[in-house]
């Protein structure tokens, strides 16, 4: 085996000698055909050189680009090169009397509900009025058949009559019994046994007195009237139908009438509110909002607090009663019932707008004097009529954005576009108390 220097690069290449009948030895890179499938491959050499040149040149590249990105200065944020304002709308928080409301759901409940049932037995002879009617207090509204006790009157009024006759001779017996006594005529037991005659058939008059009223009120009770005024519900009996007056607690109401004018409506409130409620002099106004006309309220007033507090739930039952007089409120209805029970004379007012609602809590974004926003926590008291009092966090004079919050974040500069002013809102006006 001898060596030659082979190419610039002064690299040696060697020159394998092989015995006479590996004559035809392979070249780098080519196989020798000669020596059939099987002879081996040498000369990969050229191949691999520029593989791992490829490599390494790739390999210094990523090493420059990572040393680039790793230790070079970091590109300023796009808001540090001249961001430019965000546009929002703005308001002041002010000052201004506010009316402390307790706001609740509650059920409206008829004042008077009355279950009509007979009191005799007899068939209903005529119905006066139809279902669903408004009806008033005295208004008939069923007869019943009362033959039989206009008979059953007119026998105890003649049996009257006949003890009242029986009465007066007895008078005149005890009369004409007493001169003859006087004068000796009589005896004293003669005398004594018509006194007492007399004694009886008075006892006789008052018992046939009290059976003609007796049966002047069976009668009566063959007219049914209603005993208030309200509407009527569905007509169990009809004409025709036998009742009966036995077991009055189980047998099923002839027809229930439900007083709507006034009408109650009951809700709860926590037991925290008691001393508040208690404390406030007078009647409170109360106001009640069906869920589907919120535009027209119904104003009433608190006239009932309940004697005690509910122990499981830990809440105190009222009662606001409503005049009613168009029938919106109708029994088992649910609305919205606000009860004002004082006014706040410096509140600190914020449009409910400008109150978010975050992982913290509430907040808003406080505009400041150069014009950046802060993020700052608040303590919402209350809403009313589209505006929020903070009871901690602003103060008077304070501007927030009410709109545009979205594109906002601590030190974000903005450009007030409009809707910023001073000038206190009028209070809103409190509800009196009608009954």
Known sequence: MTFRPHGRSGRFAAKIERPADLTGALRCGRRDVSRGPKSRVVGKCPMKRILLGALLIVLIGCAYFGRSYLFDAAPEPRARLGAASQPVVADVAVETPMPIQITAIGSVQSIATVMIKSRIDGQIKEVHFK????????????????????????????????DRASLQRAKLEVARQSGLATRGVASAQKFEDVETTLAVFEATVRAGEAAVENARVNLAYATIAAPISGRTGSIAFKKGNLVKATELSTTAPLVTITQLRPIYVTFTVPEGRLATL????????????????????????????????????????????????????????????TLTVGMQA???????????????????????????????????????????????????????VVDGQLRLANGTRVAVQRGETARPPKPPAVPVAER
């Open 278 to 337: 208690r404390a406030a002099a007078g009647s409170l106004p109360a106001v009640a909002t069906i869920p589907s006309e919120p535009q027209t309220p119904i104003t009433g007033a608190l006239v009932f607090i309940d004697n005690q507090v509910d122990v499981a739930t830990g809440t105190i039952t009222l009662k606001a009663e409503f005049a009613n007089d168009d029938t919106r409120l109708w029994p088992g209805q649910f609305v919205n019932v």
């Open 131 to 162: 279902e669903g009617q408004e009806v008033n207090e005295g208004d008939v509204l069923f007869t019943l058949d009362d033959r039989a006790l206009r008979a059953q009157l007119a026998q105890s009024e003649a049996t009257l009559e006949r």
């Open 346 to 400: 410096d509140a600190v007012v914020v449009p409910s707008a400008a109150v978010q609602i975050g992982q913290n809590g509430p907040y808003v974004f406080l505009i400041r004097l150069d014009s950046t926003v802060e993020m700052r926590l608040v303590r919402v008291d209350r809403t009313l009529d589209g505006r929020t009092v903070v009871a901690e966090g602003l103060a008077t004079g304070d501007r927030v």
